[in-house]
């Protein structure tokens, strides 16, 4: 008898009120790295009905309109209607951001200082990240994510074109996937629930959304006769984003990475520069995980780092391929550990991050992505792993 389980992922629009707050710290952060590749950023941001308030700690040489960039961030995200409490030109903006400080920049900087026992670069806080990758879709991620992602973008490509006019920002969706045998083989449930203009009937909206986002976007050997499509489920979704709801910004960290599939550290990702491990060890979890995957070295692989604040070296790396593996998991590991360095300065370096990319992570997950500037997806070093490992 097969193993059969379902398992769900959501995802969020950008127009989501965290996700407004993720938006506005990496537009941030993008415009300091922009002029000042070497800015220490950790931006949050507090989004509701229509105010913004902006705190953290940055340090730059960069200079700009804060305000500017903020209102840039939601006007292209759409909240320019007449009736949108929250309007790009007329949110009341509150600038709580300091400096980094300087007990942090010396742990981090490259230079000697006192109780820091190296001149390295170190971590800029504790903690522990994981990357994931499984060969389940051809992005080696997660079905159920990966799905959900689908019908988010679908939504956002499809409001901002102009052509449906009552579609709003604020949109969410979810898919539960059936596996059998670890395999998915079916899509059970699909939800979505997206803001609308009043004007517009329920049955419109349920219409339109099976027909042209679900079952346009969604594998058509997934779907089945037992499928349920729950669309707008409460019946009405007039009033939404900061509106109707808070936001802030790294409460969507499942929806940033597997969905729940693979595991999470805890840090968020948004608004800080890659000098924080949070950010940059998770990326080069996924790129080393991925290339584990890509190399056939197993059809899930799971790698966890931990870290010290100030101390460059990882105090642990751990590897699970949750018994998929085609070579000793072991074996994996020391040709991980001979093919990558997981010192934060090596981290940025390898995968080139000081650079103004981070609003093309924002939305629809940092991982899956297809896009030259998004290095950590690359499987440039699956051939050296798999030499390695085999050897």
């Known amino acids: 008898m097969s193993n059969q389980v379902i398992f769900s992922s959501e995802s969020v629009g950008e127009g989501h009120p965290d996700k407004v707050s993720d938006t506005i710290s990496d537009a941030i952060l993008d415009a300091c790295l922009s002029q000042d590749k070497h800015s220490r950023v950790a931006c949050e941001t507090l989004v509701k009905s229509n105010c913004v308030v902006v705190a953290g700690e940055i340090t730059t040489e960069a200079r700009f309109d804060y305000n500017a960039i903020i209102r840039q961030a939601i006007r292209e995200i759409g909240y320019v209607n007449d009736d949108d409490i929250f309007h790009?030109?007329?949110?009341?903006?509150?600038?709580?951001?300091?400096?980094?400080?300087?007990?942090i920049q010396q742990g981090v900087d490259a230079r000697k200082a006192k109780g820091k026992k190296t001149s390295e670069q170190g971590a800029g806080d504790?903690?522990?990240?994981?990357?994931?990758?499984?060969?389940?879709?051809?992005?080696?991620?997660?079905?159920?994510?990966?799905?959900?992602?689908?019908?988010g973008r679908a939504l956002t490509r499809i409001r901002k074109s102009g052509r449906v006019k009552w579609l709003r920002p604020d949109a969410k969706s979810q898919v539960s996937v059936v596996y059998e045998d670890g395999r998915p083989v079916a899509i059970s449930n699909v939800v979505i629930s997206t803001q609308h203009t009043p004007d517009v009937s329920?049955?419109?909206i349920e219409k339109f959304l099976i027909a042209k986002v679900i079952r346009a976007e969604l594998p058509k050997a997934l779907l089945t006769g037992k499928t349920e499509f729950l669309i707008n489920p409460t019946g009405r979704f007039v009033v939404g984003g900061p509106q109707g709801d808070s936001g802030l910004t790294g409460r969507k960290i499942i929806v940033d990475t597997y969905g729940g599939m693979g595991r999470h550290g805890g840090g968020a990702f948004s608004g800080k520069d890659p000098s924080k491990v949070d950010r940059s060890a998770a990326y080069m979890g996924r790129y080393v995980a991925k290339n584990v995957v890509a190399a056939g070295l197993?059809?899930?692989c799971e790698v966890q780092f931990a870290y010290a604040i100030g101390h460059p070296l990882p105090v642990s790396v751990s590897v699970d391929t949750f018994g998929t593996h085609t070579v000793p998991e072991e074996k994996i590991r020391k040709a991980i550990?001979?093919?990558?360095?997981?010192?934060?300065?090596?981290?940025?370096?390898?995968?080139?991050?000081?650079?103004?990319?981070?609003s093309k992570t924002t939305n629809y997950g940092h991982f899956g992505k297809s896009d030259a500037d998004i290095t950590?997806?690359?499987?440039?070093?699956?051939?050296?792993?798999?030499r390695l490992a085999k050897a």
């Open 88 to 103: 790009a030109d007329r949110v009341f903006i509150t600038n709580l951001l300091t400096t980094q400080s300087p007990d």
């Open 126 to 151: 504790q903690g522990l990240m994981f990357g994931y990758a499984c060969d389940e879709t051809p992005e080696l991620m997660p079905a159920p994510v990966m799905f959900a992602h689908r019908l």
């Open 202 to 204: 329920h049955e419109e």
């Open 298 to 300: 197993a059809r899930r």
């Open 337 to 358: 550990l001979k093919t990558f360095s997981f010192k934060p300065a090596d981290i940025i370096s390898q995968l080139n991050l000081l650079r103004p990319i981070y």
């Open 376 to 386: 950590w997806e690359a499987t440039d070093k699956a051939r050296e792993l798999a």
